[in-house]
């Protein structure tokens, strides 16, 4: 007999994960993200200009297409509300229907500036693939960097992904080349990690860094 019970999977620690709304506060709070053209530069393959508001809204609604897109956000000092302070933005990307034998997704992440270097990126990254693996049953999980961003490397590699591709000369920034690589973690992989780890993985709360 399963000893599992019902509980809110959209917790870790000290974070919480909540769908994007159609607000002027979660409009406001995406275009702050995606106008930070120093996280940007590390991150994304478009060619960087100003971030329109515009642009803005229209990554606003791929959030919300993703198989999995959150809004990530301190947990809340007031019981009355669902979320806290939001900080960062998490997407599980769809697959076309026609990939849904082969069981994995892509994840991208942002955290606001002020934000950063407080462990919540890697946090969401973690419960994200506790979601994936656990809640979505999916097989492998992969995140991308460029090989100037040594600290995502770093800290994917800290997660337990492994590198399983380098696409050479793949990016143009700076007025160099620059190779993308693509990280990976299996099911597998994940699960024994977590256990020897001694994390609960029946709970998201058992699962943040």
Known sequence: MSTVKPFDPFRSERLVYRAVEDTREDEAFVHDIQ????????A??????????????????????????????????????????????????????????????????????????????????RWSLWWAFQMAGLHRVQIQAFSFNGGAMKLYERLGFKEEGRIRDHMFFAGSWHDGLIYGILEDEWREREREAGRDLASSTGVSI
């Open 44 to 125: 994304s393959y478009g060619l960087l200009r100003p971030e329109s508001v515009k642009s803005s809204n229209e990554f606003k609604e791929h959030i919300s297409k993703c198989l999995l897109g959150a809004i990530i956000c301190l947990a809340p000092t007031d019981e009355k509300e669902s979320a806290g302070q939001p900080v960062g933005i998490l997407c599980l990307k769809a697959n076309p229907p026609s990939w849904a034998p082969h069981r994995w997704t892509d994840i991208s992440i942002d955290i606001l500036k002020k934000y950063q270097g407080k462990g919540y990126g890697g946090e969401a990254i």
């Open 35 to 42: 106008r930070d053209a120093e996280a940007q530069s590390g």
